[in-house]
C-alpha cells in the first residue's frame, strides 16, 4: 500500500513539475493573489518573443543568486531579446508584506526593463512545483520552453553555463 501511495505522490508532483524542453501549465498571479507590482496580473504566458531569466524568491533568501544577478547585469544584454522576471514569494517570510512591496517598487524604478510579481499564495510552489524558501533561477527560450532551472545557488560553473545558454539563444 505505501508503494502505491508513494506512486500516486511521484505521478502527482510530476505533473505540476518543470521540465527541461517543455512549456509549463500556464499560470497567473493575479492581484488576489499578488499581482505585478507595477499593477495587474502576470501570467506566465508573456515567457515568449525573447529570452526570460526568472527568479522566484523567498525574501530571506534574497541574496543568495545576487552574483547571478550581477553577472547578467554586466553582460548588457539587449531588452528587446531579454527580459528578467522576479517574483518575490511572499508567502514563505515572516517578513510584513507591505515593507518588501515598498522595497520591490525601488527596485523597478531602478531596473525598469524588469517585471516584479509579489506571490501571496506560492502560487508557483504549487502550480509548478518550485522550491519553497529558496531562490530559484529559470530560463525560458523565446518559444516559451524551459531552458534551463535550478533551484538553490549557482556556483561559479553553473552562473558561465546559464550566461551561455542565453547568449546562444539570442
Not at 77 to 91: C, E, Q, W
Not at 132 to 149: E, P, T, W
Amino acid at each position: 500500500m505505501k508503494k502505491v501511495l508513494f506512486s500516486l505522490g511521484l505521478i502527482v508532483s510530476t505533473a505540476f513539475a518543470l521540465n527541461i524542453g517543455e512549456v509549463p501549465n500556464s499560470v497567473t498571479i493575479d492581484a488576489k493573489n499578488g499581482g505585478k507590482i507595477s499593477g495587474g496580473a502576470w501570467d506566465s504566458s508573456m515567457l515568449k518573443d525573447k529570452i526570460h531569466v526568472v527568479f522566484y524568491v523567498d525574501p530571506d533568501e534574497k541574496d543568495k543568486n545576487e552574483k547571478f544577478a550581477d553577472a547578467l547585469k554586466a553582460e548588457k544584454f539587449d531588452h528587446s531579446k531579454y527580459g528578467t522576471v522576479a517574483i518575490v514569494n511572499l508567502a514563505a517570510t515572516w517578513k510584513p508584506d507591505v515593507i518588501i512591496e515598498a522595497l520591490l517598487k525601488s527596485k523597478q524604478k531602478k531596473f525598469p526593463h524588469a517585471i516584479y510579481v509579489k506571490d501571496k499564495k506560492k502560487v508557483l510552489v504549487k502550480e509548478w512545483g518550485l522550491a519553497d524558501d529558496n531562490s530559484d533561477i529559470m530560463v525560458f527560450g523565446k518559444d516559451g520552453k524551459l531552458l534551463y532551472l535550478k533551484e538553490g545557488k549557482l556556483d561559479k560553473q553553473e552562473i558561465e553555463k546559464v550566461i551561455e545558454i542565453i547568449r546562444s539563444k539570442i
